[in-house]
T-cell receptor, first 114, second 112 residues
Framework: EPEVTQTPSHQVTQMGQEVILRCVPI?????FYWYRQILGQKVEFLVS????????KSEIFDDQFSVERPDGSNFTLKIRSTKLEDSAMYFC????????????FGPGTRLTVL | QQQVKQSPQSLIVQKGGISIINCAYE??????FPWYQQFPGKGPALLIA?????SEKKEGRFTISFNKSAKQFSLHIMDSQPGDSATYFC???????????FGSGTQLTVLP
């Protein structure tokens, strides 16, 4: 069964450093999302991406965040200058064009900012 | 208005019992209501979803009940099993936006 994959599974970084989180969405999906989940809290929407551009973003997704689809398979989230409060699980999700809104989530990347 | 309120925060059920988790929303533009199951260290997995044109949807032991006028929906897990022990999130989306707004989660424990 096709699934969303994410790398790395765990990333540890120093405050102020840049990190890139990578996702490979399900192959025929065209809509891509990033969500985050701070430990013990609910899942929060960050950004959606379709047709090579951002379609929606939350107030969390400020100028330190960016997304990119550098090739036909990868979808990346970059955090330019990490802060302690960026420590969270980051989930990538994808959706097919034919689905109303069935979003399939990857296993997540645990980001720890020291 | 974007919030989805979920209760209870935690739930303990005996094996074979019925687990019921409730969610309420305010935004009348919401038109898609999924439930996700999450095991520790894993991503949320889509369990079942409903659109507001129906009041109930059943898939195996999982049923969503939807009350449009009350703006509430609930997940019923029949014949609960220890393997169902996980965190369950309700969510909602609607309008031109497709981002999911999640509830706060319910930690379900099914005792053997």
């Amino acid at each position: 069964e096709p699934e969303v994959t994410q790398t790395p599974s765990h990333q540890v970084t120093q405050m102020g450093q840049e990190v890139i989180l990578r996702c490979v969405p399900i192959s025929n999906h065209l809509y891509f999302y990033w969500y985050r989940q701070i430990l013990g809290q609910k899942v929060e929407f960050l950004v959606s991406f379709y047709n090579n551009e951002i379609s929606e973003k939350s107030e969390i997704f400020d100028d330190q965040f960016s997304v990119e689809r550098p090739d036909g398979s990868n979808f990346t989230l970059k955090i330019r200058s990490t802060k302690l409060e960026d420590s969270a699980m980051y989930f990538c999700a994808s959706k097919s064009k034919s689905s109303y809104n069935e979003q399939f989530f990857g296993p997540g990347t645990r980001l720890t900012v020291l | 208005q974007q919030q989805v309120k979920q209760s209870p925060q935690s739930l303990i059920v005996q094996k074979g019992g019925i687990s019921i988790i409730n969610c309420a929303y305010e935004n009348t533009a919401f038109d898609y209501f999924p439930w996700y199951q999450q095991f520790p260290g894993k991503g949320p997995a889509l369990l079942i979803a409903i659109r507001p044109d129906v009041s109930e949807k059943k898939e195996g032991r999982f049923t969503i009940s939807f009350n449009k006028s009350a703006k509430q929906f609930s997940l019923h897990i029949m014949d609960s099993q220890p393997g169902d022990s996980a965190t369950y999130f309700c969510a909602a989306s609607g309008g031109s936006a497709r981002q999911l707004t999640f509830g706060s989660g319910t930690q379900l424990t099914v005792l053997p």
